[in-house]
């Protein structure tokens, strides 16, 4: 289905990467106790809502690919666990909260925008502008704060765009920095 994922109370898993529409614009509500929690990779149209009581994220292993219905959405919650996220479609995801998973992020197409609370800290690498034909954006404003023990490529591969913005009192800690690298 394509239609509207609205989880006001309660836990939403997935057991197949099919579970949730791909176009589906996902809501989790500010309340305690509603996540969503993948048990295996997902792809969504798009994540709104949650915030300091609730609506959170648990990645567990799994990956979460997320802005296919090119949506522009700011996402208040906590994304957890060991897996990663993958930013797609033309609209812009906002994170403004301080999320505890550590896998990887790709920035497939559109913008990610860190914004002030985000503060991820990462052992995987960060790859914006990953695959050939990509065009994303990483942006980091206010008092965002990434760190990754590993690698970020800023337009890895073939024809490939990737742009990195800073600005205000963000910050930005990586192992190595590559910009254009195939």
């Not at 929690?37 to 969504?44: C, K, P, R, S, V």
């Not at 990483?138 to 024809?159: R, Y």
Request: aromatic share 4%.
């Amino acid at each position: 289905y394509s239609g509207p994922t609205a989880v006001n109370i309660g836990v939403v898993s997935n057991a197949s990467a099919t579970a949730i529409g791909d176009l589906s614009a996902v809501n989790l509500a500010n309340t305690a106790g509603v996540s969503l929690n993948l048990g295996a990779n997902e792809g969504i149209g798009s994540l709104t809502g949650g915030g300091v009581n609730g609506g959170n994220v648990n990645l567990n292993a799994n990956r979460l690919f997320i802005g296919a219905n090119n949506s522009s959405t700011t996402y208040g919650g906590i994304i957890i666990g060991t897996g990663g996220i993958n930013k797609v479609g033309t609209g812009s995801l906002t994170l403004n909260n301080a999320h505890t998973f550590t896998g990887s992020i790709f920035g497939n197409r559109g913008n990610l925008i860190l914004d002030t609370g985000a503060n991820i800290s990462l052992t995987a690498y960060i790859s914006i502008g990953q695959d050939t034909n990509d065009n994303a954006t990483l942006t980091m404003q206010g008092t965002s704060q990434l760190t990754t023990t590993s690698d970020f490529n800023v337009g890895d591969i073939g024809a490939s765009v990737g742009t990195f913005n800073i600005a205000d009192s963000a910050s930005l800690t990586v192992n190595a920095l590559f910009i254009g690298s195939a």
